[in-house]
C-alpha cells in the first residue's frame, strides 16, 4: 500500500533545502518519492494520505541507549508511581534497592522505548547486555548502532553529558540529531512535529512530536 506523509514543511536532512508542503510518499518500508505534495498527490491519487501539522523530519537518534535503557528504571504507571513516583530512576544505590529481576528490566526497556518513540526517535547507540532489554530493544523498532556511530563522545553516567531521552540534549541544531535523510530509497524512517521550523523544534524540545514512522509503520502517534 502507499501512503502519502505531508507536513506544512518537509525538512529532508542532509543539507538539503526545506520544501514548504512537501510530502514522502511510502511503500512498504522504503520512500519511494519525496516532493511538492499537490505532485505527489495527482501522481498517486490512491494513495493514503497522513497529514500532519507542523514539519516532517529525519527520525532522530539518541546516544548512551544501553545507559537508557539497562541503567535506568522506569516505574510502571499507574502500578509504582505510588511508591517509586513518575521519574525514572538512576544510579547503582537505587537500582540495588530496587532488586530487578531480567524480566522487570525488560518491561521497564519497553516502557523507556515507548517514550523514546514518542520523541520522534529512530535510532540508539549503544550495546546492549540484557536479553529481556536486546528483545524489547528489537521489537520496538529502534535501529541500534555501536557507540562510534554517533560521532563524538559516547554520554555515560560518569561523564559530564548524562545520556538523555530529549535527543537535543548538548545539540547546537536540530539537524545534528538526525539519522538518515528523507529521499528515494531510504528506509522510510521519519518522525513529525508541531513546530514551525526547525529551530523552534530544538528551542522547544522532541515532546513536540506528534508522529514517528520506523519501516513504513506509524509506532508513534499522538492522541
Same mark, same amino acid.
Given at each position: 500500500?502507499?501512503?502519502?506523509?505531508?507536513?506544512?514543511?518537509?525538512?529532508?536532512?542532509?543539507?538539503?533545502?526545506?520544501?514548504?508542503?512537501?510530502?514522502?510518499?511510502?511503500?512498504?518500508?522504503?520512500?519511494?518519492?519525496?516532493?511538492?505534495?499537490?505532485?505527489?498527490?495527482?501522481?498517486?491519487?490512491?494513495?493514503?494520505?497522513?497529514?500532519?501539522?507542523?514539519?516532517?523530519?529525519?527520525?532522530?537518534?539518541?546516544?548512551?541507549?544501553?545507559?537508557?535503557?539497562?541503567?535506568?528504571?522506569?516505574?510502571?504507571?499507574?502500578?509504582?508511581?505510588?511508591?517509586?513516583?513518575?521519574?525514572?530512576?538512576?544510579?547503582?544505590?537505587?537500582?540495588?534497592?530496587?532488586?530487578?529481576?531480567? %524480566? $522487570?528490566?525488560?518491561?521497564? &526497556?519497553?516502557?523507556?522505548?515507548?517514550? =523514546? /518513540? #514518542? +520523541? *520522534?526517535?529512530?535510532?540508539?547507540?549503544?550495546?546492549?547486555?540484557?536479553?529481556?532489554?536486546?528483545?524489547?530493544?528489537?521489537?520496538?523498532?529502534?535501529?541500534?548502532?555501536?557507540?562510534?556511530?554517533?560521532?563524538?563522545?559516547?554520554?555515560?553516567?560518569?561523564?559530564?553529558?548524562?545520556?538523555?531521552?530529549?535527543?537535543?540534549?548538548?545539540?547546537?541544531?536540530?539537524?545534528?540529531?538526525?539519522?538518515?535523510?528523507?529521499?528515494?530509497?531510504?528506509? %522510510? $524512517?521519519?518522525?513529525?512535529? &508541531?513546530?514551525?521550523?526547525?529551530?523552534? =523544534? /530544538? #528551542? +522547544? *524540545?522532541?515532546?513536540?512530536?506528534?508522529?514517528?514512522?520506523?519501516?513504513?509503520?506509524?509506532?508513534?502517534?499522538?492522541?
Amino acid at each position: 500500500m502507499l501512503t502519502l506523509h505531508t507536513a506544512e514543511l518537509l525538512v529532508p536532512g542532509a543539507r538539503s533545502a526545506a520544501l514548504p508542503g512537501g510530502a514522502v510518499l511510502v511503500e512498504g518500508d522504503l520512500i519511494a518519492r519525496v516532493g511538492p505534495y499537490e505532485e505527489l498527490a495527482a501522481a498517486c491519487p490512491h494513495a493514503r494520505v497522513r497529514r500532519w501539522p507542523g514539519v516532517l523530519t529525519p527520525g532522530l537518534l539518541v546516544r548512551g541507549g544501553d545507559v537508557l535503557l539497562e541503567r535506568t528504571y522506569y516505574p510502571d504507571d499507574p502500578y509504582e508511581v505510588t511508591e517509586l513516583g513518575a521519574d525514572p530512576i538512576g544510579g547503582e544505590a537505587a537500582l540495588a534497592d530496587l532488586k530487578l529481576t531480567e %524480566a $522487570r528490566w525488560g518491561h521497564s &526497556a519497553r516502557r523507556g522505548t515507548q517514550k =523514546l /518513540l #514518542a +520523541r *520522534g526517535v529512530v535510532a540508539v547507540t549503544g550495546r546492549f547486555a540484557i536479553p529481556a532489554v536486546r528483545t524489547a530493544v528489537a521489537r520496538s523498532g529502534l535501529t541500534v548502532l555501536p557507540p562510534a556511530a554517533a560521532g563524538g563522545a559516547e554520554p555515560s553516567r560518569d561523564s559530564a553529558h548524562e545520556p538523555s531521552l530529549d535527543p537535543f540534549a548538548g545539540r547546537e541544531s536540530a539537524a545534528e540529531a538526525f539519522h538518515g535523510v528523507l529521499e528515494a530509497g531510504a528506509a %522510510a $524512517r521519519f518522525a513529525a512535529f &508541531a513546530v514551525a521550523d526547525p529551530a523552534e =523544534l /530544538l #528551542a +522547544r *524540545g522532541a515532546t513536540t512530536c506528534v508522529a514517528t514512522v520506523i519501516g513504513g509503520r506509524l509506532l508513534h502517534r499522538r492522541r
